[in-house]
């Protein structure tokens, strides 16, 4: 009797214990994301602007040429008391051949970044599975990205590059974009109506561990679905959100997606690939994610979602520092209309004026939406 007595107590006991361990993990997570916000605003003092979601490091090499694959965690780590980090990095200049960050710079990225990694999410512990010769082991994950609001056409393409798209697009509607570095006044809408990053689950690892490594997960809050021109995301050349939330999940296990494709989101610190390292605000946190064609090292045609392990959504940070909570019932808008060009096309579609489509979340991912909305 005292036997069954002791164990229902502790079934009794045991939510309790796990929700007092979750509620200490998501304080936690929610200071990680205050700092990533006072070192945006850092870089931003320093530098007359946020980083871009995209950019090469700012050193040469013996062998030329640069890597445009370098994301925001890389260039905050001196604003993020990584210093060492960053000095290191920067005494490759002219000493290597390989300056990506799966290159020589991974040694210095070893970590782990504590800042950069939420505590409710097991997989954003530890280093990740791509492991370089360089550094002998996985570099530190991460589980920040960084908003791309509500344009899901070519976020690949590059902002600086030379002829047509030098102009904005409507791919640009968010705080962050390939090559593009924005500053306060871009942000016309209001900094605390404007999401800077978020969070997302980190995908779990499989392969060979070695630099081959292929990472293709299959949940919901990590994985991505190779949509490659079905109705898992696209209406012709449109990307339209309402087809990958519909259609993206296995109707055996909603928390698993259909056709999978390869993606290391989280597990590469640093990789600014938009797949990898960034999110839109068109469906709520915790939906699907669907990529045209997804294979490992990103894919510029996708809808990528905010995801957490925390119940009911996902911590952001706004671009005043401020840090939110953003329920899976947010406002999501009209999800059927298409905000984001085609995915075909000559680059040239001008930035879409005016609200967002997708709600509030629409809006407080586009900083020139003329909208001032909060959830």
Not at 76 to 87: F, G, H, I, R, T
Not at 300 to 307: C, D, E, F, Q
Request: hydrophobic content about 30%; some cysteine.
């Amino acid at each position: 009797m005292v036997i069954a007595i002791i164990g229902v107590l502790i079934a009794l006991l045991l939510p309790a214990v796990q929700a007092a361990r979750e509620a200490a993990r998501r304080m936690k997570c929610t200071n990680n994301f205050k700092q990533i916000g006072i070192a945006l605003h850092n870089h931003h003092d320093t530098q007359g602007s946020f980083p871009a979601s995209r950019d090469a490091l700012p050193i040469e090499t013996t062998g030329g040429g640069k890597h445009y694959q370098v994301g925001p965690d890389v260039f905050l780590l001196p604003y993020n008391e990584q210093q060492a980090a960053w000095d290191g990095i920067m005494s490759l200049n002219k000493n290597c051949t390989n300056a990506a960050i799966w290159g020589e710079a991974s040694q210095f990225l070893v970590g782990p970044f504590s800042t950069y990694c939420c505590p409710s999410d097991p997989e954003a512990q530890g280093h990740g599975g791509y492991v370089t010769s360089w550094a002998g082991r996985g570099t530190s994950r991460s589980s920040i990205r960084y908003c791309m609001g509500d344009g899901m056409w070519n976020v690949w393409e590059d902002y600086n590059a030379t002829g047509p798209v030098n102009n904005p697009r409507v791919y640009t509607r968010g705080m962050f974009h390939t090559r593009h570095h924005k500053s306060l006044e871009w942000n016309t809408d209001g900094t605390s109506n404007t999401v800077a990053a978020g969070e997302r689950v980190v995908a779990d690892t499989k392969g060979d561990g070695t630099t081959t490594l292929v990472t293709t997960t299959n949940k919901v809050k990590s994985g991505v679905v190779a949509s490659n021109g079905t109705t898992n995301l696209y209406t012709g050349n449109t990307p339209v959100p309402a087809n990958c939330l519909n259609n993206a999940r296995d109707p055996m296990d909603r928390t698993i997606i259909k056709n999978p494709g390869n993606t290391w989101g989280g597990q590469i610190f640093g990789d600014g690939r938009p797949i990898n390292g960034m999110f839109h605000t068109a469906l709520p946190p915790n939906s699907p994610s669907c990529g045209y064609s997804v294979t490992g090292g990103g894919d510029g045609w996708a809808l990528l979602t905010a995801s957490s392990e925390h119940p009911g959504g996902a911590n952001v940070v706004y671009v005043d520092g401020s840090v939110h909570f953003i329920s899976e019932t947010i406002n999501c808008g009209n999800l059927n209309g298409a905000q984001g060009g085609t995915h075909e096309g000559t680059g040239t579609q001008p930035v879409a004026s005016g609200e967002s489509n997708y709600g509030v979340w629409g809006a407080l991912g586009t900083p020139q939406g003329g909208e001032s909305k909060s959830p």
